[in-house]
């Protein structure tokens, strides 16, 4: 494949995407959101609507990476990946 395949304003968004600055960690994290998540996921295996799958740790995961990045790190992923 050939970057003659590409568009200018396509090629020109793929660069600024790699020219992307990486999220630099807070100096203070906001542990809110996490606390919260962490809650919900123990409250939740206690309940009866208990189910051996479910998206609480991947929405912990992503609460964790937020706590120390903010909330934009994913805009800057989502674009890196």
């Not at 790699?18 to 994290?29: A, F, N, S």
């Not at 809110?32 to 479910?54: C, G, P, Q, T």
């Not at 995961?61 to 805009?75: H, L, M, P, R, T």
């Amino acid at each position: 494949m050939g970057i003659d395949l590409y568009t200018t304003e396509e090629l020109e968004k793929e660069l600024k995407c790699r020219k992307m600055e990486k999220p630099k960690m807070l100096m203070e994290p906001k542990f809110a959101n996490l606390r919260r998540s962490v809650e919900n996921y123990i409250n939740y295996i206690s309940s009866e609507d208990y189910r051996e799958y479910s998206e609480h740790r991947l929405h912990i995961f992503e609460k964790a990476v937020e706590a120390f990045y903010g909330n934009g790190v994913w805009d800057w992923y989502n674009k890196r990946t």
